[in-house]
């Protein structure tokens, strides 16, 4: 399976994307291509400063706190003797520190004003993630929690939680 889904993304990670005649990978770049190709609903802001506040979060949140979640990552930490739960609560508190400070400045109902952007779409996941397998406390950032509170009150993000997926595994439930 493995050695077949390599031929497919060489990465070897999730996630992959078949569309239009494409494969993308890397979270990011597919979100961009979604957001070029699909224009009736884009998720940055028309406003080249909001754009950019969106970016910052973005970068934030794919390049400082999930990456430290990856299997490979954790279970590497693990063979060299360390708790690897714990290293990924430790780093994810430090990077959703920073989040946290940010949103003081860009934040309504979401991550940048009160309309849903590429932002939300990056920080949903990691809240999910520093909640349900990690056990961060979450009651040390109030506007990410509200953010996200606000996000599962829609379908769109309701739906797309691992728990709701088919092909999720049991371990990630």
């Not at 406003?47 to 910052?56: C, D, S, W």
């Not at 946290?100 to 779409?121: F, M, N, R």
Request: glycine share 6%; with cysteine; charged share 25%.
């Amino acid at each position: 399976k493995e050695k077949e889904y390599s031929e497919i993304n060489p990465y070897k990670s999730v996630p992959t994307l078949k569309i239009d005649g494409l494969v993308l990978t890397q979270s990011i770049p597919i979100l961009e291509y979604l957001e070029e190709t699909r224009p009736d609903k884009t998720l940055l802001p028309k406003e080249p400063g909001k754009r950019a506040l969106v970016r910052i979060l973005i970068q934030a949140i794919a390049g400082d706190i999930q990456p430290i979640q990856n299997l490979r990552v954790l279970n590497q930490v693990e063979s060299l003797g360390g708790d690897k739960n714990e290293w990924a609560k430790h780093f994810i508190t430090i990077g959703f520190e920073g989040v946290e400070k940010q949103l003081e400045k860009t934040s309504g109902k979401y991550c940048v004003g009160d309309e849903v952007t590429l932002a939300d779409v990056c920080l949903l996941p990691q809240v999910y993630n520093a909640t349900m397998r990690f056990g961060v406390d979450m009651k040390k950032f109030p506007r990410i929690q509200s953010i996200a509170d606000n996000l599962y009150k829609l379908d769109a993000f309701k739906n797309a939680q691992p728990d709701k997926q088919g092909d999720c595994p049991v371990s990630m439930v």
